[in-house]
T-cell receptor
């Protein structure tokens, strides 16, 4: 069975602090894809990153970085120098080769305090 | 940049009524999806659609639900007889291929009274 766990339900940080959002997944597949989406207060789901299971290189995009560790089944997301506009719910998701549905975690609500 | 659009943004209906939620996927995408998110909860998969037929569906997607691609651009979700527990945000998504990134629409917030 596929499962995505985001143990942190809510996080608050002060602006300019760094913050890491955790994502742990379970799957028996050797090939799979991992995603992060941002859901701002307006409600839409904004794609952030897609990573396949064979690519364990960490990725950096501006203030965002992702740490994929297959050995611990984790795909953590770090925001450096957080800003108020980063306040949102962040979802980690998994998809498997045999199907195309996304399995979402329960989300982490991030509040950045000015 | 192309995007998925959904109408209406909000819908209020009485229990037992039929509702149709509409989506226009990104034009060159071949896979279409519906998800729902009950307030404050995670996003749950309902159904995927490819080549004019359902390719995958979840347990939530029972006989009350149906999907259709009535023309070359629209993708609809019909709920035949709404229940109170159908109140949720419904997201449409599309992707170029299987396991490709799914791009989500802004959602339709459905409230069943």
């Amino acid at each position: 069975a596929q499962k995505v766990t985001q143990a942190q339900t809510e996080i608050s940080v002060v602006e300019k602090e760094d913050v890491t959002l955790d994502c742990v997944y379970e799957t028996r597949d050797t090939t799979y894809y991992l995603f992060w989406y941002k859901q701002p207060p307006s409600g839409e789901l904004v794609f952030l990153i897609r990573r396949n299971s064979f690519d364990e290189q960490n990725e950096i995009s501006g203030r965002y970085s992702w740490n994929f560790q297959k050995s611990t089944s984790s795909f953590n997301f770090t925001i450096t120098a957080s800003q108020v506009v980063d306040s949102a719910v962040y979802f980690c998701a998994l998809t498997r080769p045999a199907g195309n549905q996304f399995y979402f975690g329960t989300g982490t609500s991030l509040t950045v305090i000015p | 940049e192309p995007e998925v659009t959904q109408t209406p943004s909000h819908q209020v209906t009485q229990m037992g009524q039929e509702v149709i939620l509409r989506c226009v996927p990104i034009s060159n995408h071949l896979y279409f999806y519906w998800y729902r998110q009950i307030l404050g909860q995670k996003v749950e998969f309902l159904v995927s659609f490819y080549n004019n037929e359902i390719s995958e569906k979840s347990e939530i997607f029972d006989d009350q639900f149906s999907v259709e691609r009535p023309d070359g651009s629209n993708f609809t979700l019909k709920i035949r007889s709404t229940k109170l527990e159908d109140s949720a945000m419904y997201f449409c998504a599309s992707s170029e291929g299987r396991q490709e990134t799914q791009y989500f629409g802004p959602g339709t917030r459905l409230l069943v009274l």
